[in-house]
C-alpha cells in the first residue's frame, strides 16, 4: 500500500500490561481490555456481520465444504498461470489436510502445472539452517509428501517453481520473478500467520512493541518463537512432546505478503481457541492494528479474507471440563 496506513494503530505511548503468559514478550494479553472484551462477546453469527470492504468473513457448515473450498482456492490461482502470466499462491502447514484434495483435484481436472509456482511459507531452524526433509516436523516434508508427490508427474510444476525459505535470499526474490496471487494461512495461538510472531519485549520495544508500519517492513527472516507457539506446535503436531520443537523458525515476512493480491486465513478450529479466532476478525474489521497481535496487521492490507468451520467456532465462556 501507498502512502499511510488506514488503521487505528495501538500501540500509544502508554504503560502496557505485562503478558501474563511470557513476561519477556509481547503478546495479545498486553492489549487494552476494551479490546479484549468486545472480541469475547461476540458470537459465530456475528463475526459474518464484521465484514466490510477489503475484509470478508466467511462460515462453512461442514468441514467438507470447509477443506474443499480451501483447496480451490490452489486450482483457482494455478488455472491463472500461462508462460506470460507465471503465477502462484502461498501455503501453510496447518492447516493440512486441504493439500491431499489439492492434489486429488489437479488430477482430476488434468491441470497441467508447468508454469504455476507455489511457495511454502515456513521451515523449522536449528542450529542456524532449516531442518532437512527427513526431520519429522519438516514442514517442506509435509508439503512434498501430502501434496506434491500426489500429482502426476506430466502435471507436475518444475522443481524450480517450488519455493521453500531454505535459501532465504533466493526465497525472497522469488516474489518478484512470480507474481503471489493468494497467500494462505492459519492462525496461530498468538495471532500470527506463517511464523511472524510478537516480538520480545526488550530493548526499543521494551515500553511498546514496533509500530504497525515498523513490523510491515519485516521480510523473509529467521525469528525466535513465542513461547506459545512452541507450547501450540507440540499440541498440533507432536502431541505435546515440547522438547521436540525448534524455536527459531524462517519465515515468509509482511513484505512479501502484502506484494500478494489476496490474504486467506482458514479457521478450523483447532490451532486457535474460540476467544482467539473472534479478536483477530474484530481488530481487523475496526482497522486495530497493534504489532503484539500480528494477524491484525492485516487491517492494512486492501483484500483480506477469513474462512471459519462452523462447527469450530465455539463460545467463550466459563466451562469446566
Not at 466490510?52 to 457448515?61: A, E, H, P, Q
Not at 492434489?103 to 511459507?121: E, I, P, R, S, T
Not at 526431520?135 to 522443481?159: K, T
Amino acid at each position: 500500500m501507498n502512502g499511510e496506513p488506514d488503521s487505528k494503530e495501538t500501540n500509544r505511548v502508554m504503560t502496557r500490561p505485562i503478558s501474563k503468559v511470557a513476561p519477556e514478550w509481547w503478546d495479545y494479553t498486553t492489549l487494552e481490555p476494551e479490546i479484549l472484551q468486545a472480541a469475547a462477546r461476540l458470537t459465530a453469527d456475528d463475526l459474518i456481520g464484521l465484514s466490510r470492504d477489503g475484509f470478508k468473513v466467511t462460515l462453512y457448515d461442514t468441514i467438507e465444504e470447509f477443506y474443499c473450498a480451501e483447496a480451490l482456492e490452489y486450482i483457482q490461482v494455478w488455472r491463472q498461470a500461462t508462460p506470460a502470466n507465471p503465477v502462484g499462491i502461498c501455503g501453510p502447514i496447518g492447516p493440512t489436510k486441504q493439500l491431499p484434495l489439492v492434489a486429488q483435484m489437479v488430477n482430476g481436472l488434468d491441470l497441467k502445472l508447468h508454469h504455476a509456482h507455489f511457495w511454502g511459507m515456513d521451515e523449522w531452524i536449528e542450529e542456524g539452517v532449516p531442518v532437512p526433509t527427513d526431520h519429522p516436523l519438516s514442514f517442506a516434508r509435509a508439503d512434498m509428501e501430502l501434496c506434491f508427490n500426489r500429482i502426476r508427474p506430466e502435471l507436475l510444476m518444475p522443481a524450480e517453481n517450488i519455493h521453500f525459505p531454505t535459501d532465504l535470499e533466493a526465497y525472497a526474490k522469488s516474489y518478484h520473478q512470480a507474481r503471489c496471487l493468494l497467500m494462505q494461512g492459519g492462525q496461530g495461538e498468538v495471532k500470527h500467520w506463517a511464523f511472524n510472531d510478537p516480538p520480545k519485549r526488550t530493548g526499543a520495544y521494551q515500553n511498546a512493541p514496533p509500530s504497525p508500519a515498523e513490523y510491515r517492513q519485516l521480510g523473509t527472516r529467521i525469528t525466535d518463537l513465542h513461547p506459545m507457539t512452541v507450547i501450540q506446535n507440540a499440541r498440533t503436531s507432536g502431541g505435546g512432546y515440547v522438547p521436540q520443537v525448534p524455536t527459531r523458525a524462517a519465515t515468509v515476512g509482511p513484505a512479501e505478503t502484502w506484494l500478494a493480491d489476496c490474504v486467506s486465513i482458514w479457521h478450523p478450529g483447532y490451532h486457535d481457541n474460540p476467544f482467539g479466532m473472534r479478536l483477530t476478525a474484530w481488530m481487523i474489521s475496526q482497522r486495530l492494528a497493534d504489532s503484539a497481535v500480528p494477524m491484525s496487521l492485516l487491517a492494512d492490507h486492501p483484500n483480506v479474507r477469513f474462512s471459519y468451520y462452523r462447527g469450530g467456532i465455539g463460545t467463550v465462556e466459563s466451562e469446566m471440563l
